[in-house]
């Protein structure tokens, strides 16, 4: 399709000139001296440049820009001027010419400034759109603002009056999202709509409000179309090919950003569960083989003792420790995957607190670590699940002595607000921190910085504080150590 340019001068002879000239550069030229006839044919279809003197009467060139950009808004115009009013023609580019040339004009300027103009905004068009679609498909996985962005990107892209994003949802069309003016009709997008999924392919109907084009392109994702990509342009804005081309484009990003949606949200739901329930299977399967091995191993090293082969007894000690360690992996396995069930009984907080610590210290033995406890006496009992309890703040506080690596100082302290009904739980450690990374994932299933670590410990202990109701942050700073807090809502038992 050949690009329109439309010229308008009125001086007779230059326009006639420039007819010809631009012609037969290829150009599909319209050439007018009368500023009205001008804005006629810019409402009547869309060009791709403009041309403009500018001294002109009654109106100047400035003044039919601006009435030009009222109808298309995103015209490229160029002022043509005389030496002598470059000044004038300076301002015409501060309020939204392209570029101006001066008359007479020399050798292959005319050529030139046309070439720069019409890739410049193709140009500008191409990084628009990929900043707004790398925007929509960076945003962040809420499927309702991906389309948002992708419905906005598009108007912005092209010269839309609208645009709608409509998705398949249980058989039928749903607007999802949608940008520009309101549409007047919603039939006939979504006919077109439904069309272009039939086809397969963008579509162009002129069938639009007020004798306009609609252009539909399909979403397709993976099996098969899930939406459509609608736009509405007004009649004087046929959309051209590289509209066509902007939109299949642009339907494809967006089918892009609807399924890394669907993929995180089906991720965020199911698949966790699908995880824990996957490893519950394993860890039951490894369990049995397990005990009887611990036995077997046990049982070498008691016949080596009594065979006075203290080397190959210590082995097999080692074999036993070793599977020790991976029995308790697969208990908190285990433990993860059971269905979220509390058992509360009337609990001290204090006393789980106790046995943790008791049961860290007996697991991560070192004489240089100071444990300190600034227990608020008047938290009473309640009733908690002290089992699921233990397991959680056990392994805040293994995490806390692992930080610690022998030196240093764990404060365990709680909070209580009778007014409040909250307990605050605090575990300090003065161990060696966490760099932001670590910290922003320290919460996620199997995250781990350490050799031997399952990254379970955290994941763990959230659900359990969440299963109660309760809330647990952690901030921490390299080096200096890290915080981590439960908040727990408390019902005192009444004794
Ligand atoms: N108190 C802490 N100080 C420093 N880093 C910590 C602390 N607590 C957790 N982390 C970091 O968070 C990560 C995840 O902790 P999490 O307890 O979930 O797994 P893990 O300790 O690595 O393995 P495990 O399942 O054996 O507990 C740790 O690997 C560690 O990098
Ligand atoms: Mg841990």
């Known amino acids: ?6 010229v308008v001068d009125d001086d007779a002879a230059i326009l006639e000139v420039l007819e010809m000239r631009l012609s037969a ?9 009368d500023p009205r006839k001008a804005l006629e044919a810019v409402e009547a279809s869309r060009f791709d440049l403009a041309l403009l003197d500018l001294r002109m009467v009654p109106t100047d060139g400035m003044r039919l820009m601006e009435a030009l950009h009222q109808r298309q808004p995103r015209l490229p115009v160029v002022i043509m001027t005389a030496h002598g009013t470059i000044q004038t023609a300076v301002e015409a580019v501060r309020r939204g010419a392209f570029d101006y040339i001066t008359k007479p004009f020399v050798n292959d300027e005319l050529r030139a400034k046309i070439a720069r103009t019409l890739a410049t905004r193709r140009w500008a068009r191409d990084r628009e759109r990929l900043l707004t679609v790398g925007q929509a498909l960076a945003s962040s996985g809420v499927m309702a603002r991906v389309l948002d962005s992708v419905a906005q990107a598009t108007v912005e ?12 949802e249980r058989g039928a069309l749903v607007p999802m999202a949608s940008a520009g003016s309101p ?10 709509a439904s ?7 963008p579509l162009a109907v002129s069938d639009g409000a007020d004798g306009g084009t609609i252009v539909a392109s399909p979403l397709v994702v993976q099996h098969g179309p899930a939406g459509a990509l609608v736009i509405e342009t007004s009649v004087r804005l046929e959309p051209g090919d590289d509209d066509l081309e902007l939109l299949a484009l642009f339907s494809s990003q967006a089918a892009i950003a609807i399924r890394n949606t669907h993929d995180l949200e089906r991720l965020r739901s199911g698949a966790v569960a699908a995880l824990g329930r996957m490893a519950t299977q394993v860890a039951h399967e490894v369990k049995n083989p397990l005990a009887g091995l611990r036995l077997y191993a046990h049982h070498l090293e008691q016949r080596l003792a009594r065979a006075g082969d203290a080397e190959a007894k210590e082995l097999a000690g080692k074999i036993a420790g070793t599977v020790d360690d991976l ?5 908190q396995i285990t433990a993860f995957g059971r269905p979220p069930e509390l058992h509360r009984t009337a609990t001290s907080l204090h006393a789980v607190l106790d046995e943790c610590l008791e049961l860290g210290r007996a697991r991560r033995p070192s004489e240089r670590v100071e444990i300190v406890r600034a227990y608020d006496q008047s938290c009473p009992q309640a009733m908690l699940d002290a089992r699921e309890l233990k397991k959680a703040f056990l392994n805040l506080v293994l995490n806390a002595l692992e930080a610690l690596d ?15 009904g909250i307990v605050v739980v605090t575990i300090d450690d003065t161990g060696q921190g966490m760099t932001e990374e670590t910290l922003a994932r320290a919460f996620d299933l199997f995250f781990t910085t350490k050799a031997t670590g399952t990254g379970l410990g955290m994941s763990i202990a959230r659900s359990v504080i969440n299963l109660h109701a309760g809330e647990l942050t952690v901030s921490s700073h390299e080096n200096y150590g890290t915080r981590v807090q439960a908040r727990l809502p408390l019902e005192p038992v009444t004794k």
Do not use: H, N
């Not at 399709?1 to 439309?6: E, G, H, N, R, S």
């Not at 069309?195 to 392919?201: C, E, I, Q, T």
């Open 327 to 331: 029995a308790s992996v697969v208990a």
């Open 157 to 168: 892209a092209t010269d839309a009056d609208r645009c709608v994003v409509f998705q398949l």
């Open 195 to 201: 069309a272009a999924m039939d086809k397969g392919v």
């Open 406 to 420: 022998g030196a240093g100082k764990l404060t365990v302290a709680t909070e209580y607000s009778a007014a409040a």
């Open 25 to 33: 550069m290829g150009f599909d030229v319209a050439a007018t001296s």
């Open 183 to 192: 549409p007047p009709s919603w039939e006939r997008l979504e006919a077109a």
């Open 1 to 6: 399709m050949k690009q329109k340019i439309l």
